[in-house]
């Protein structure tokens, strides 16, 4: 008998959907988590990342041996050097200098390259320099923010995943909105099954810094974004994203990222405006990644 063992690309999706037990009170919903931190490399990020180098291959844009650039918060970056070491690329990764010590060390744990660009440039200035680098010939640009693999992966996966681990019950769509390719992507496949289906798309409000999530000027605006794809943005404040992201590690045993935070206190006003609803929110990374920026040392 031949057994086919996997390889570690094999494990990426088929992430668990979990029910709230605490955090939700008294209600009639059913209020759901997708665990995206139980992907490979610990975020939901690891769907398009893998997408957009398997379908760049195909394609023959890139080869191994290749370098590719990438700018990023962090996730990415983090799925991105993972997904180059498993298919045999070099990666250079362009990030804000207030990134957390841990995804910064587990990016060159992978193996990649990482240039840093000051807070103040922030992810505009990271983008403008991947640009700079690919011109000057020093790698491809993968692009999340403009790549069509990107919102692919999770119209492929992430949508017919929740669908199917719902059995087409889902009413509510919650996630966080950075690159925007988990809602577009899950926005789609969704709207396909059932138009009713509402789609939430998470932002940080005017002031507030949520690490993964932006309002993103009009120029930097993701050419993959889609604003009919979504039925409603909820603006969120940064101190009630933090508090929910420690409630839920404190009361629900889900440890996860202030972005993931958000996305669940977003669910949380909808269920107290609705009855009888099925929703599903993205938990999209772990919080051992947030370790040392003290958001777990706040006391209760």
Known sequence: MTVHYPTIADCVGNTPL????????????????????????????????????????LRGQIQPGDTLIEATSGNTGIALAMAAAIKG????????????????????????????????????????????LQAEGRGKVLDQFANGDNPEAHYQSTGPEIWQQTG?????????????????????????????VQIVGLQPMEGSAIPGIRRWPEAYLPKIYQAERVDRIVDMAQAEAEDITRRLAREEGI??????????????????????????????????????????????
């Open 18 to 57: 979990v029910r709230l037990q605490r955090l939700g009170g008294a209600t009639s919903n059913t209020l759901l988590l997708k665990l995206e931190g139980n992907n490979p490399a610990g975020s939901v990020k690891d769907r398009p990342a893998l997408s957009m180098i398997s379908r760049a291959e």
């Open 89 to 132: 690329y070099r990666m250079i990764l362009i990030m804000p200098d207030n990134s957390t010590a841990e995804r910064k060390a587990a990016m060159t744990a992978y193996g990649a390259e990482l240039i840093l660009v000051s807070r103040e440039e922030g992810m505009e200035g990271a983008r403008d320099l991947a640009e700079r």
């Open 168 to 196: 087409g019950s889902i009413t509510h769509f919650i996630s966080s909105m950075g690159t925007t390719g988990t809602i577009m992507g899950t926005s789609r496949y969704l709207k396909e099954q059932n138009p009713a």
């Open 255 to 300: 440890f996860c990222g202030v972005s993931s935070g958000g996305a669940v206190a977003g669910m949380l006003r909808i269920s107290r405006e609705v009855e009888h609803a099925v929703l599903v929110a993205i938990i999209c990374d772990r919080g051992d990644r947030y370790l040392s920026s003290g958001l777990f040392d706040a006391p209760n």
